[in-house]
């Protein structure tokens, strides 16, 4: 623990447990938000108290950072009602809630490296001379006063944002929260890159933000900061607001069983795991800063799920494996021979196929028609010294499209013009394309309806059922329990834990992911 | 986008056919076939450089020293067939090839394994290449006098009906055609042109694919060089200087965009028709060099205009998808 440098008049309990009831700073109720083909919130409420910090908990796609979005005016909800100070209120820019007193402290800062720490805390609402340019002097002065203020004096106001560590830049952010006055200070995560030291230092921080009155929103996964920090909670589940309370009421398991618990809005696939021996080996993979000593095996027919938080290092591993990362050390073998996959092309050719995350980069080429985004990592087997045979490259996209009941027009198509779930099924197309023996998919069914989302894991259960062996990567739990044999757990670069998914349940893994012992 | 591209080819062929009918009123001969045959000549060279620049410009990159390697590589041979005139042209040509295979390499290398952004790179190589010619020509020029009339008049001899350096243009348009559409260099090219990431985790090699494309623009200015200096009968530092940006408005007329991955043979071949066309015609119709200038210019401006509606759209495709996640 580091000694508290703020002063002394920090009030340490927050104000309702002194007896006196504090009207909400904040309310936003019956918040409704959409995108097409996914609901990102429905009907959610959440108050935020002056002097109190309040979390918001839930899963990856819960729904925190569009709820953020609202609230910092860039994203308009669909319906609700946002109240500040008791009073009806919108906000349509950000420059509305900036107006507002609202300001929001992300887990990469959002600030400019470039510019000087002063024209970072004052960017916007600079102090004017007479002639209307920025009056340097009193800009320096006060942000000198500002930092005073918040105890962080040791920050020179000229010296380049880019020089300063992360901790620093989280106060040079909380400082500008300060300078324009803000009263409702958002965190979203900010602890994620973060030591040990800074997170204290971060944590006195928040003190001293409580102690001005201001109403905090901390974003975490983090459970052992959350009830450091908090006063209150709000959990979300699938864009819903499933709790909400006292922080020294409520338990971990009972949070954890509200961030869980859902109705069942989705059938999986019957199957009968027919496994067989192992397929793809990996012992003490390691990488320089993302994972390190990560072992597993993957056996023939069957669906390894991998579950962990944001940052776990669960898509680096996979990206390794897919020869896209380089490894410091450790040995990956298939079929018993060892490989060492130096390029993407290394690991197709071997059999190994890597399906990214995120569809739109990394996946489809958007401009190209359909055939040739199916064809693109075989182009060396649809070719003949590098002279393509296009009837060839046009049946093997049609074979692979059909199986998989691709909605489209025409294989000319431009593929942007298919919607997500069809060019899902493009991309998964393509890496079926090339004939692996085991097929990577990092979160295959992110940001797609429920339909397609079925579609994509009756197909998975096709494979295995065909002698594939697949690696699902999801931090959707229904899925990794409705769709894995087996599931590793990873936490901070390392594996957790591995289960067989037998009487498996979703709060044994959220437990091993965020670390906290039954 | 198919669709679209044909479309706005034929947005260029119609104004290529609009601006030949407003010169022939006032030059009746113009639009005679004889003479869109003699215009088609003398576009055959920047309809050449524009293809090898059109492929750089697919994968996201540029290519400023096209015209400073056509002028070492003119120079290199001029001067090898000064000293040695029993060397016949088409192994003159070859050595053409190589030369500007070399230079373009040079790009290529700097660009794929040092990682630089390829218009600083070609920046600095437009002036290096410059700088070399003078270097091994100590300033000097090679005259008419001093070339064979071999290395003269291979270009202007005729073959069914139409001079050499037609043919050789057809040739080469002919050759991109079937690379861009037919193998599978050609199709790394457009993929990694839309989508770098996306053709990474696919498996082809970006850098490598960015290392070729500058071997084959150099080629082409190599290529380009012999057929300059053969027409225009004079090697000095100065030829084509400045030209790499009538290469590059070729390609941006024809429909190549600068954000890569999209643009098309025929595109490259029809803006560089276009700029040719105003740069050939006009003079003779009396229409001052600075009109031309401008005319130029708001055919670029126009061309992106057109490009920039065309691509809107698959942005918002992009903007929904980026939304949704």
């Not at chain 2, 290398?109 to 270097?135: C, D, E, K, M």
């Given at each position: ?19 006196g ?179 204290e ?21 983090k ?18 607001m ?29 199957r ?6 192992p ?17 597993f ?37 298939l ?62 996209a ?63 259960a096709?494979l ?52 906290i012992?039954? | ?66 015209a ?9 041979v001029a ?17 053409a ?17 040092l990682?630089?952004?390829s ?110 200096i ?96």
């Amino acid at each position: 623990m580091l000694d508290n440098p703020y002063p002394a008049h920090v009030v340490r309990d927050p104000p309702h447990e002194r007896g006196g009831k504090v009207a909400p700073r904040l309310t936003l109720s019956g918040i409704s938000k959409s995108f097409p083909g996914v609901r990102a919130l429905h009907n959610v409420s959440l108050s935020l108290y002056p002097g109190q910090v309040t979390a918001l908990i839930g899963e990856n796609g819960a729904g925190k950072s569009t709820l953020v979005k609202i609230m910092t005016g860039i994203y308009q909800p669909d319906a609700g009602e946002i109240s500040i100070d008791g009073l009806a209120t919108t906000l349509p820019s950000a420059h509305a809630a900036f107006g507002h007193g609202i300001t929001a402290i992300h887990q990469e800062t959002v600030l400019f490296d470039d510019l000087s720490v002063a024209e970072n805390i004052f960017l916007g609402h600079a102090p004017r001379t007479r002639f209307g340019t920025i009056d340097w002097r009193t800009m320096r002065k006060n942000a000198r006063e500002v930092l005073e203020t918040m105890r962080a004096g040791h920050i020179d106001a000229d010296a380049r944002l880019k020089d300063l560590g992360i901790a620093n830049k989280h106060l040079v952010a909380v400082a500008r929260a300060m300078s324009i006055d803000a009263r409702i200070v958002i965190m979203d995560e900010p602890t994620a890159a973060l030591s040990m030291k800074e997170i204290e230092e971060l944590f006195l921080l928040i003190e001293f933000l409580k102690s001005e009155g201001k109403a905090v929103l901390f974003i975490s996964h983090k459970f052992d900061e959350i009830y450091r920090i908090a006063d209150r909670y709000t959990v979300f589940r699938d864009g819903e607001m499933v709790g909400e309370g006292l922080l020294k009421d409520t338990g971990q398991n009972e949070i954890v069983r509200m961030m869980v618990g859902r109705n069942v809005d989705h059938i999986f696939p019957q199957r009968e795991p027919k496994i067989g021996a192992p397929v793809l080996s990996v012992s003490g993979l390691s990488h320089p800063t993302e994972f390190d000593d990560i072992g597993f095996e993957l056996r023939k027919g069957e669906i390894l799920g991998f579950y962990g938080l944001v940052g776990a290092g669960r898509s680096e591993v996979m990206q390794a494996i897919a020869g896209i990362t380089r490894t410091s050390r450790g040995t990956i073998s298939l079929d018993g021979n060892s490989i060492a996959p130096k390029s993407a092309a290394d690991s197709i050719e071997a059999g190994i196929v890597y399906v990214p995350e995120e569809r739109g980069k990394q996946g489809v080429v958007i401009g190209l028609p359909i055939f040739q985004n199916v064809s693109l990592p075989s182009l060396a087997r649809t070719s003949k010294s590098g002279v393509l045979k296009l009837a060839e490259e046009f049946s093997l996209a049609r074979s692979y499209t059909e199986r998989l009941d691709l909605r489209a027009s025409s294989l000319s198509q431009d593929v942007g013009t298919l919607s997500g779930g069809n060019q899902q099924k493009v991309v998964i197309a393509k890496w079926l394309a090339t004939t692996p023996k085991v097929i990577i998919l990092d979160e295959p069914t992110k940001g797609i309806d429920i339909g397609s989302k079925a579609a994509v894991h009756g197909f998975m259960a096709e494979l295995v059922a065909q002698g594939l062996s697949v690696i699902m990567v999801s931090s959707e739990l229904p899925e990794i329990l409705g769709m894995s044999d087996r599931v590793v757990v990873m936490r901070e670069g390392r594996i957790a834990a591995t289960y067989d998914n037998k009487g498996l349940d979703a709060e044994t893994l959220v437990r091993t992911a965020a670390g906290i012992a039954a | 986008m198919k669709n679209f591209l044909k479309y706005r080819e034929i947005w260029l062929l119609a104004g290529i056919a609009v601006l030949i009918g407003l010169i022939s009123t006032r030059f009746p001969g113009f639009a005679d076939p004889a003479n869109l045959r003699q215009v088609f000549n003398d576009t055959s060279i920047l309809m050449i450089l524009a293809l090898g620049q059109m492929v750089v410009i697919l994968t996201r990159s540029i290519d400023l020293s096209m015209a400073s390697n056509l002028c070492f590589t003119g120079m290199v041979v001029a001067m090898l067939n000064a000293a040695h005139p029993a060397i016949p042209i088409p192994v003159l040509i070859v050595i053409a090839l190589a030369v500007g295979l070399v230079l373009g390499a040079i790009n290529g290398f700097l660009v794929w394994r040092l990682n630089i952004p390829s218009i600083v790179v070609t920046l600095g190589t437009l002036t290096i290449y410059r700088g070399a010619t003078f270097v091994v020509s100590g300033g000097a020029w090679v005259n008419a006098d001093q070339m064979s009339p071999d290395f003269i008049n291979f270009q202007r001899a005729a073959f069914l009906g139409l001079p050499m350096l037609s043919w050789i243009a057809l040739l080469v348009i002919a050759l991109f055609f079937l690379a861009m559409t037919r193998t599978q260099v050609g199709r790394s090219i457009y993929a990694i042109g839309v989508n770098p990431t996306a053709s990474v985790y696919a498996g082809i090699d970006v850098g490598r694919t960015k290392f070729i494309v500058f071997c084959i623009s150099g080629m082409i200015g190599g290529l380009a060089g012999y057929l300059w200096i053969s027409r225009y009968v004079i090697a000095s530092v100065e030829v084509a200087n400045g030209y790499e940006l009538n290469i590059i408005a070729a390609c941006v007329i024809g429909g190549i965009s600068i954000a890569g991955g999209i643009g098309s043979v025929g595109g490259a071949v029809l803006g560089a028709l276009f700029l040719g066309i105003i740069s050939n015609a006009l003079p003779v119709i009396n229409i001052s060099p600075f009109w031309q200038m401008a005319i130029s210019g708001s055919a670029i401006i126009l061309a992106v205009v057109l490009n920039a509606r065309g691509e809107r759209r698959q942005g918002r495709i992009i903007l929904r998808n980026a939304e949704a996640a």
